[in-house]
């Protein structure tokens, strides 16, 4: 089974602006989730997707946003950019059903550095 | 929300010896707790999990403890080897998917 795919790999990005992320979970997978990781913060909860319908969500502003396709895939967008959000961006896709929990797999990350 | 502490946030091992690396949570209904393993410029690979029903877990070289009483959990990793330098994460679960993670610890082994 092909692995967690994000894209861009790669994204550099100036203050103000707003960018699209973007994650194909594996095959099956339902649950989608999204966390930041930085330096100083370490792995924090973004927000989690499942049949479309976000379930959880971390402590993070507005501007961060999120949803999911039918095809389960989903994309983060975060708006008005700031230079704290540079940050590895990391999607994890779990073959979770509507009760209880599972093994979350990551994707490789988007690296965004805002400038 | 739950707070998951890790130690030690350095660790250095010779090839062949063990490492230990503890964490502890605060939620008592906690109830998942994987590992994860990452190497520079990649995301994390689930490398062992445990649920609150289960006190001990095997995987060949690598074994996770839970003591639900003091609420820790230790991922220990006999005869290493120098690809297991990496940074290894342990999360903790109370329902979902929503994990919390402790912040990591950076594992060395020298050959």
């Known amino acids: 089974k092909a692995g967690v795919t994000q894209t861009p790999r790669y994204l550099i990005k100036t203050r103000g602006q707003q960018v699209t992320l973007s994650c194909s979970p594996i095959?099956?997978?339902?649950?989608v989730s999204w966390y930041q990781q930085t330096p100083g913060q370490g792995l924090q909860f973004l927000f989690e997707y499942f049949s479309e319908t976000q379930r959880n969500k971390g402590n993070f502003p507005g501007r961060f946003s999120g949803r999911q396709f039918s095809n389960s895939r989903s994309e983060m967008n975060v708006s008005t950019l700031e230079l704290g959000d540079s940050a590895l961006y990391l999607c994890a896709s779990s073959p979770l059903s509507r009760t209880g929990t599972y093994e979350q797999y990551f994707g490789p990350g988007t690296r965004l550095t805002v400038t | 929300g739950e707070n998951v502490e890790q130690h030690p946030s350095t660790l250095s091992v010779q090839e062949g010896d063990s490492a230990v690396i503890k964490c502890t949570y605060s939620?008592?209904?906690?109830?998942?707790f994987p590992w994860y393993k990452q190497e520079l410029g990649k995301g994390p690979q689930l490398i062992i999990d445990?649920?609150?029903?289960?006190g001990e877990k095997k995987d060949q070289r690598i074994a996770v403890t839970l003591n639900k009483t003091a609420k820790h959990f230790s991922l220990h990793i006999t005869e290493t080897q120098p690809e297991d330098s990496a940074v290894y994460f342990c999360?903790?679960?109370?329902?979902?998917?929503?994990?919390?993670f402790g912040t990591g610890t950076s594992l060395t082994v020298i050959p």
């Open positions: 999360a903790a679960s109370i329902r979902g998917n929503q994990f919390y």
């Open positions: 445990i649920r609150s029903n289960v």
């Open positions: 939620d008592s209904a906690s109830n998942y």
């Open positions: 095959s099956g997978h339902r649950s």
